[in-house]
């Protein structure tokens, strides 16, 4: 039910966030097809801890804060690196170990890596990620486990 209730305060605020109508007909409107989608939702079975993750809700604004230090950090770098050309890029592929059990985790991990510029997470199989990075300096900073720390962190 908690997730029911989640949900339903998700899609009215992004509703409300994207009407900006604010009439009573367009309210009615509104709220008849928020209860359709959470009637259908509920049909399908798809109102779980997976489409509402309700246990990261107290830790991930502190991640969050901590992953958009990171992107601009690298993007940073990344303009460093286009900058000096060819003398400074080196790109790696490699297979980095994660410490995350869930499904969940594991996701989020590997979109932070793909979310910070210069690296990309190519491939996830059982606990490894194969990344590929701009320069090796990325690489030794994703085996160094901060963000790998962070999200198991998140994730529990």
Known sequence: MKHTISLFITLSAFWLLNSGHYSLLILSLGFASIILILVIAHKMDVIDQESQPLHLTPDIFGYSAWLIKEVVLSN???????????????????????????????????????LTPGTVAIDLV???????????KDIETLNAGEMDRRVTRLER
């Open 126 to 136: 059982k606990d490894e990620i194969i990344v590929h990075a701009l320069v090796d």
């Open 76 to 114: 940073i770098s990344v303009v460093k690196h286009i900058w000096l050309k060819d003398k400074s890029i080196s790109p790696t592929l490699t297979t980095i170990k994660i410490s995350q059990q869930t499904d969940m985790g594991k996701l989020i991990y590997a979109n932070s890596i793909t």
